[in-house]
């Protein structure tokens, strides 16, 4: 098996859907590997790498919102792309919520599938490249753009790629009021469905780890307009 191949591990509980996934992505040179149980999903996902991992919710054994919180336990990194038939913004909302990176709604055009997980295997690739000493900083926190590390007042931070993404984007643009329509665009790398509330809910996410615990807060709301990331005076 050749090693520089992305490993990209599918949950799925149909088969026809499983298997057309893996023949499109192994076409495209990835290595695949399909499990149609949450709970073998998770169990595969726990001893195995990959670089990114396709996840349906209604699954037999574990619906895939627990396959997605145990492997956030262990993983908080890898990419997870939820594809599923639950299209309601409270089924994303809860995707979102125990740590999806994304969500695509069946039924789905692959072309859209890939682009997606070239957007994140691309990302990921970048977070492996050598350390520079790249660092961003806003106040007490700081992103080390290489090795993608973040700390605030000296505590270790951990965020899913797609938190990192977000927050990277915001301290960029320190200072700076950055629409929710802008934040779609540039973090998402795509138009995403302006119907969910998911940049607010990714804000909240961020909150949570960086301004929670402590006096100074970063992350501002400016109502009507979007977002703006500055030492709060």
Same mark, same amino acid.
């Given at each position: 098996m050749n090693t520089d191949l992305k490993r990209i591990l599918i949950v799925e509980d149909d088969s026809r859907i499983a298997q057309n996934i893996s023949k499109g992505l192994?076409?495209?040179?990835?290595?695949?590997?399909?499990?149609?149980?949450?709970?073998?999903?998770?169990?595969?996902?726990s001893a195995n790498h990959f670089d990114l991992i396709i996840l349906d919710i209604n699954l037999p054994s574990m619906n895939g919102y627990e396959?997605?919180?145990?492997?956030?336990?262990?993983n908080p990194n890898v990419p997870i792309l939820m594809l599923t038939a639950l299209g309601e913004a409270d089924d994303k909302i809860e995707g979102f919520n125990v740590g999806a990176d994304d969500y695509i709604v069946k039924p789905f055009d692959?072309?859209?599938?890939?682009?997606?997980?070239?957007?994140?295997?691309? %990302?990921?690739? #970048?977070?492996?490249?050598? *350390?520079?000493?790249?660092?961003?900083?806003?106040? +007490?926190?700081?992103? &080390? !753009?290489?090795?993608?590390?973040?700390?605030?007042?000296?505590?270790?931070?951990?965020?899913?790629?797609?938190?990192?993404?977000?927050?990277?984007?915001?301290?960029?643009?320190?200072? %700076?009021?950055? #629409?929710?329509?802008?934040? *779609?665009?540039?973090?998402?790398?795509?138009?995403? +469905?302006?119907?969910? &509330? !998911?940049?607010?809910?990714?804000?909240?996410?961020?909150?949570k780890k960086i301004d929670r615990d402590f006096e100074t807060k970063l992350i501002h709301t400016k109502s009507g307009m979007g977002y703006v990331l500055k030492e709060d005076a």
């Open positions: 192994r076409e495209k040179g990835f290595d695949t590997e399909v499990a149609y149980d949450g709970l073998i999903g998770s169990k595969i996902a396959v997605c919180k145990n492997i956030r336990q262990r692959f072309r859209e599938l890939l682009a997606r997980v070239n957007v994140f295997l691309k %990302r990921s690739h #970048s977070d492996t490249e050598p *350390a520079g000493g790249n660092t961003l900083r806003v106040a +007490d926190l700081e992103i &080390n !753009v290489d090795t993608k590390a973040v700390t605030r007042s000296g505590q270790t931070v951990d965020l899913t790629p797609k938190e990192l993404a977000l927050l990277e984007y915001l301290v960029r643009n320190k200072g %700076r009021i950055v #629409s929710k329509a802008d934040i *779609a665009e540039k973090v998402w790398d795509m138009n995403f +469905d302006s119907g969910t &509330n !998911v940049v607010e809910v990714y804000i909240n996410f961020l909150r």
